[in-house]
T-cell receptor, first 114, second 112 residues
Framework: AQSVAQPEDQVNVAEGNPLTVKCTYS??????LFWYVQYPNRGLQFLLKYITGDNLVKGSYGFEAEFNKSQTSFHLKKPSALVSDSALYFCAVRDLGGSYIPTFGRGTSLIVHP | DAGVIQSPRHEVTEMGQEVTLRCKPI?????LFWYRQTMMRGLELLIY????????DSGMPEDRFSAKMPNASFSTLKIQPSEPRDSAVYFCASTYGQYEQYFGPGTRLTVT
């Protein structure tokens, strides 16, 4: 079985400040982890992924995520937030040895204040 | 590439009518997913196709919903008869193998 949790429904941050959107996961085997972003009235858009290798993954728009196996976490980060980063963010996981169907979190609404 | 294409973008229909949503995946992708998104339930997987074959349809709400993928470049999701509780945004996503999914812009369905 696989599952993912995004503990915060909403994250508020001031423009220019660093941001973190949290994600924890559970899989039987090795995880394949993703972050997606959804802007209003749009489909989900792939940001970055982790399969193996360096625990710090860099993605689109200056975002990065850190894989932490001991804490089963894959938090999304950005050093300096922009108002245009305001959107809904989804974490997803699938078990590398399992089904090709990923499990998505419920999403976290990021609001960046000017 | 044009990305995943969905039509129509908006659909308003009356309860009891048949609704057909369409999806054209990215060329070369061999997996296709249909999702439904609502405020109450978030993002729900309805059905997953691999190489045009339905692999997992456990998320299809009931017999009123059906999905087909007659070839690698086209899929439909049909609701018959439609009900107000079917109102949602329906997304199609495609991928190659086990990699990241590419989502279409969605179809916003309103059933009155």
């Amino acid at each position: 079985a696989q599952s993912v949790a995004q503990p915060e429904d909403q994250v508020n941050v001031a423009e220019g400040n660093p941001l973190t959107v949290k994600c924890t996961y559970s899989v039987s085997g090795n995880p394949y982890l993703f972050w997606y972003v959804q802007y209003p009235n749009r489909g989900l858009q792939f940001l970055l992924k982790y399969i193996t290798g360096d625990n710090l993954v860099k993605g689109s728009y200056g975002f990065e995520a850190e894989f932490n196996k001991s804490q089963t976490s894959f938090h999304l980060k950005k050093p300096s937030a922009l108002v245009s980063d305001s959107a809904l963010y989804f974490c997803a996981v699938r078990d590398l040895g399992g089904s090709y169907i990923p499990t998505f979190g419920r999403g976290t609404s990021l609001i960046v204040h000017p | 590439d044009a990305g995943v294409i969905q039509s129509p973008r908006h659909e308003v229909t009356e309860m009891g009518q048949e609704v057909t949503l369409r999806c054209k995946p990215i060329s070369g992708h061999n997996s296709l997913f249909w999702y439904r998104q609502t405020m109450m339930r978030g993002l729900e997987l309805l059905i997953y196709f691999n190489n045009n074959v339905p692999i997992d349809d456990s998320g299809m709400p009931e017999d009123r919903f059906s999905a087909k993928m007659p070839n690698a470049s086209f899929s439909t999701l049909k609701i018959q008869p439609s009900e107000p509780r079917d109102s949602a945004v329906y997304f199609c996503a495609s991928t190659y193998g086990q990699y990241e999914q590419y989502f279409g812009p969605g179809t916003r369905l309103t059933v009155t």
